[in-house]
């Protein structure tokens, strides 16, 4: 099994559209959690932390259920420009980065 | 700041040559870390760095890759002889030490994509 495993997509969505993008994690040793966005053939750049309590920044907002090993991306009112892959990221201890798949998300006009 | 850099950004050899990868790290950074991308396996963590001394690399795929980070600011991955599946885009990222709840600056590269025929 994966320690970090997302849904690959693709997520075709119309504009407007809310999206939201799933991840479960193996390690319950894991200490912080992220979601980075990677545009084709780009490097992959934080988006956002996700915190235990929820978090929000504009159309986005993060989920973190440390018991079900589950966090989550919730892409509201989505724009062309959210078109990209979603990584979701954990840390392990020793400060490793572990990457999922990526989910591919498209919004379409 | 001119972030992590990597060099060169493109690389296309022939099978059996040996091919090098160079990153500079953002100064300051105390950890620097390789990843391999492929459409098939997604990002791999290959190995990585805490102040120069290589911290884990059960990720280096065989003998043929190796890393080397010979002061703060320079770290080189190696592969000798290179193979077609190693075809790939190689990131290099950097951080600081790892504090509860923060990303740590964490920093990727541009990449170097590398084609081996």
């Known amino acids: 099994r994966k320690e970090v495993e997302q849904d690959p997509g693709p997520f075709n969505v119309p504009e407007g559209a809310t999206v939201a993008f799933n991840c479960t994690y193996s390690?319950?040793?894991?200490?912080?959690f992220f979601w980075y966005r990677q545009d084709c053939r780009k490097e992959p750049k934080l988006l956002m932390s996700v915190y235990s309590s929820g978090n929000e920044d504009g159309r986005f907002t993060a989920q973190l259920n440390r018991a079900s090993q589950y966090i989550s991306l919730l892409i509201r009112d989505s724009k062309l420009s959210d078109s990209a892959t979603y990584l979701c990221v954990v840390i392990s201890q020793g400060g490793k980065l572990i990457f999922g798949q990526g989910t591919e998300l498209s919004v379409k006009p | 700041d001119a972030g992590v850099i990597q060099s060169p950004r493109h690389e296309v050899t022939e099978m059996g040559q040996e091919v090098t990868l160079r990153c500079k790290p953002i100064s300051g950074h105390d950890y620097l870390f390789w990843y391999r991308q492929t459409m098939m396996r997604g990002l791999e963590l290959l190995i990585y760095f805490n102040n120069n001394v290589p911290i884990d690399d059960s990720g280096m795929p065989e003998d043929r890759f190796s890393a080397k980070m010979p002061n703060a600011s320079f770290s080189t991955l190696k592969i000798q002889p290179s193979e077609p599946r190693d075809s790939a885009v190689y990131f290099c990222a950097s951080s600081l030490s790892p504090r509860s709840g923060s990303n740590y600056g964490y920093t990727f590269g541009s990449g170097t994509r590398l084609t081996v025929v």
């Open positions: 390690n319950s040793a894991s200490q912080s």
